[in-house]
């Protein structure tokens, strides 16, 4: 088959692990007969620079005229420091999270064997965690009215849902749970929020159309502790925009490994898929950056949006192969570490 992918590398370390998982997913296409056309496109600081627009107009059509997106990293220090810069690489990505219609962020957090050790926790509180967070990406507080007084000295964000927004990533929390332990928890800060108690209601509607499925209910506050103490005892875990966003980096690091880690953002168009962490400025242009984490998203591309389980399998088990051969970049390299490029070469070649 034939597949249009868009490539939005972005900022910072995006352009080389794009390249990677641009090499494996050749590699792919040569092993399972498939042809990828990739398009790229420019997003975030990048495209500030060049068009002033962090998610130019044709970004968005090649998007929208995609089968996927692979998406690489935004996000640059210059803008980190100036708070009243006037475009900001991150609306950039919030714009077309909105526009693609991308209601729902998985990020599947597991752990791999041969880097437990590096997790901050010890081994036996996070050996075996595997958990989805699901979180709501185009509602809530990132997306409410938000404002400045007229002498500055007040701002305001509101946090909005509505009852079609929060049953759709609802259901998709009832879906996953239901492909996976049959354990959904819901949380929030329905002890204040009125979108919380909007959200706790709606779940607890549903729950009886799914009565193969154990739900809990989770204070957020609650929630970020028990993913420390006891990150075994999850299994899908859904929540509002910003509570998955600060949940979701939580959970990513006590695996040990935030650069092994994919997300996929799905909905109504195009879905995108993307790395969890950021454009890691530091490191931009040495060749060292871990891109099994890019690597990884194509796998789950390949999976969600073009339904290509047995292809998406072969990217996971040659990344587990270069974890054990030990052909991997310095975060997580305990002898030789292999530069971004040459871990994309050998991937390809064992493929
Ligand atoms: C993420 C990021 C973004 C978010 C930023 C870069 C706007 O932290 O994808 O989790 O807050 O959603
Ligand atoms: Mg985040």
Request: hydrophobic residues 45%; glycine residues 8%; contains cysteine.
């Amino acid at each position: 088959m034939n597949y249009n992918i868009a490539v939005l590398a972005g900022d910072g370390i995006g352009p080389e692990i794009v390249a990677q998982a641009i090499k494996v997913l050749e590699a792919v296409g040569k092993k399972f007969k498939h042809t990828f056309n990739f398009t790229e496109a420019i997003v975030g600081a990048t495209a500030i620079d060049q068009v002033g627009d962090p998610f130019p107009e044709e970004t968005y059509m090649l998007c929208m005229n995609s089968d996927a997106v692979l998406f690489g990293a935004i996000g640059d220090p210059k803008y980190d420091n100036d708070p009243k810069a006037k475009v900001r690489p991150e609306q950039g990505l919030l714009a077309m999270r909105k526009k693609l219609g991308l209601y729902a962020n998985i990020r599947p957090v597991t752990t791999f064997p041969s880097l437990i050790h590096k997790s901050p926790l010890r081994r036996e509180l996070v050996e075996g965690a595997d958990f989805v967070v699901i979180r709501e990406l185009t509602g809530g507080i990132y997306f409410g009215d938000k404002g400045r007084s007229e002498d500055l000295n007040m701002a305001f964000d509101n946090c909005v849902y509505t009852r079609p927004e929060v049953e759709r990533i609802l259901e998709l929390g009832f879906e996953y749970a239901a492909k996976r332990d049959k354990r959904l928890t819901v949380v929030d800060k329905a002890n204040v929020l009125a979108t919380s108690r909007l959200w706790r209601e709606i779940a607890q509607e549903m729950t009886p159309e799914h009565p193969e499925i154990e739900v809990d209910y989770m204070f957020v506050d609650n929630a970020a502790m028990q993913i420390i103490q006891w990150p075994k005892k999850f299994d899908v875990m859904v929540t509002e925009n910003m509570f998955g966003d600060i949940l979701s980096d939580e959970a990513s690091v006590i695996t040990g490994s935030l650069g092994l880690l994919p997300s996929a953002s799905v909905g109504i168009h195009t879905s995108v898929f993307e790395p969890i962490h950021g454009s890691y400025p530091q490191a931009t242009g040495k060749d060292i950056a871990n891109p099994l984490a890019t690597v990884l998203s194509a796998a789950m591309l390949l999976e969600l949006a073009l339904d290509l389980m047995e292809e998406a399998q072969a990217i996971r088990d040659v990344v587990d192969k270069s974890m054990t051969a030990g052909v991997v970049t310095e975060d997580i390299s305990e002898g030789k570490a292999y530069k971004t490029s040459e871990v994309g070469d050998w991937l390809a070649a064992n493929l």
